[in-house]
C-alpha cells in the first residue's frame, strides 16, 4: 500500500498568516492527490484534487502544488473559518490511504 | 444537490455485526461509486472499500475477509455490512461519493459506532 506521511502533525497561527501543509508519498502518484479539511465534530470537506484543482466553493486563498512524491497545501491570509484538521490522501488507484493529519490551530 | 444519508445503529457488541444504509440523491449509483471510510483516534483516516457504479466492489485487504458492500440502484441506497466487530472497530463510520478519479467530493455526516458489552 502507498503510506503518506504529512507534516507537521499540529500548526499554531494567526489570522492572516500564510502557511504550509506537506504530504509525502511512498512511491510515485504522478499528480493523483487530494487534500482535505475536517473541522471538530463534522465530515471531511474536499478541498483539492489533482494536487491543484480547487474543489467547487474552495477560496482562492487556498493552494496546492506538487507532483510524484511530494506535495503541499498552502493557506495564504487565513481567515477563522480555516482552522481546523487537514488531510491528505492519494487516488491513485486502491487501496486508497490517508495522511495522519495536520491540526491547525489558533495562536 | 448532492447528499448522502447514513442510517445504523451506534452501540454493538463485540463479534456482532454493523449494517449502514446509505441513502443518496442528487446523483445516481449507475454513474458514481460509493466509498466507505471510517474515522478512529489511534488509526485516523482509513479506506474500507467501494461499491462501482456497475456494481463491482473493491475492498481493503485488512477487512476484506468480514466487509460487504451492496447496492440497489432503484432506491439510491448502499449497504455497508461488516462482521465480527471488535472494541478496536470503534470509529466514525462515513460513506463518500466518489469524485472524477477516487477521491471524494461528498461526504455522509457519520455513524458513530461504539463496540462494547
Known amino acids: 500500500d502507498i503510506q503518506m506521511t504529512q507534516s507537521p502533525a499540529s500548526l499554531s497561527a494567526s489570522v492572516g498568516e500564510t502557511v504550509t501543509i506537506t504530504c509525502r508519498a511512498s512511491e510515485n502518484i504522478y499528480s493523483y492527490l487530494a487534500w482535505y479539511q475536517q473541522k471538530q465534530g463534522k465530515s471531511p470537506q474536499l478541498l483539492v484534487y489533482n494536487a491543484k484543482t480547487l474543489a467547487e466553493g474552495v477560496p482562492s486563498r487556498f493552494s496546492g502544488s506538487g507532483s510524484g512524491t511530494q506535495f503541499s497545501l498552502k493557506i495564504n491570509s487565513l481567515q477563522p473559518e480555516d482552522f481546523g484538521s487537514y488531510y491528505c490522501?492519494?487516488?491513485?488507484?486502491?487501496?486508497?490511504?490517508f495522511g495522519a493529519g495536520t491540526k491547525l490551530e489558533l495562536k | 444537490q448532492v447528499q448522502l444519508k447514513q442510517s445504523g445503529p451506534g452501540l454493538v457488541q463485540p463479534s456482532q455485526s454493523l449494517s449502514i444504509t446509505c441513502t443518496v440523491s442528487g446523483f445516481s449509483l449507475t454513474s458514481y461509486g460509493v466509498h466507505w471510510v471510517r474515522q478512529s483516534p489511534g488509526k485516523g483516516l482509513e479506506w474500507l472499500g467501494v461499491i462501482w457504479r456497475g456494481g463491482s466492489t473493491d475492498y481493503n485487504a485488512a477487512f476484506m475477509s468480514r466487509l460487504s458492500i451492496t447496492k440497489d440502484n432503484s432506491k439510491s441506497q448502499v449497504f455497508f455490512k461488516m462482521n465480527s466487530l471488535q472494541a478496536d472497530d470503534t470509529a466514525i463510520y462515513y460513506c463518500a461519493k466518489e469524485g472524477v478519479a477516487d477521491y471524494f467530493d461528498y461526504w455522509g455526516q457519520g455513524t458513530t459506532l461504539t463496540v462494547s458489552s
Open positions: 490522501q492519494h487516488h491513485y488507484g486502491t487501496p486508497l490511504t
